[in-house]
C-alpha cells in the first residue's frame, strides 16, 4: 500500500472548531487502468491542496488491487463542491468515469486541530458501504 502524507491546504491553521472531512474509495475496472487513474488522482491530489477552504489532503492506494482512497478535511461542504466542479477535478471525474467499478463517498463533522485518520476513514467507508445497495 502507498500513502502520500497529509499535505496541509489553503485553509490550514484557520480558527474554526469544526472541519467537513470527505473519505472515498475508488475500484478501477482492470488493474490495466492503474497507471492512468495514479496519474489522474495525483493531478486531483495537487489541486485539493491548493483549493479555497481545503485544510489538507491525502491519499492512499493499492495498486495491485487497484483500489484508490482520498482523505480531506475542509472548511465547508461548499469548499468540497467547489473543489468538485473545479478544473482539473471536474474533468479527471468525467473522463475517468469509464475506468471507475465502485465508489464509495462519505462525509461528517470532526474536532478540527489533528488532521484525520486513516482508521477512522476506514470504518466511516466500510459503514457507507453496508448502507449502500
Do not use: C
Amino acid at each position: 500500500m502507498l500513502t502520500l502524507p497529509w499535505a496541509a491546504g489553503p485553509a490550514a491553521g484557520t480558527d474554526q472548531a469544526e472541519v467537513t472531512v470527505l473519505a472515498s474509495e475508488l475500484q478501477v475496472r482492470s488493474l490495466r487502468h492503474v497507471p492512468g487513474f495514479l496519474l489522474a488522482s495525483l493531478r486531483a491530489f495537487q489541486q485539493a491542496r491548493k483549493s479555497p477552504g481545503a485544510l489538507g489532503a491525502t491519499l492512499r492506494t493499492s495498486p495491485l488491487r487497484g483500489t484508490f482512497w482520498t482523505l480531506s478535511a475542509w472548511e465547508s461542504r461548499e469548499a468540497i463542491n467547489a473543489y468538485v466542479m473545479a478544473e482539473p477535478h471536474r474533468t479527471v471525474m468525467k473522463s475517468l468515469r469509464p475506468v471507475v467499478a465502485a465508489t464509495v463517498f462519505t462525509t461528517w463533522e470532526a474536532p478540527a486541530g489533528a488532521p484525520p485518520g486513516w482508521a477512522e476513514a476506514d470504518r466511516r467507508i466500510e459503514e457507507q458501504r453496508q448502507r449502500t445497495p
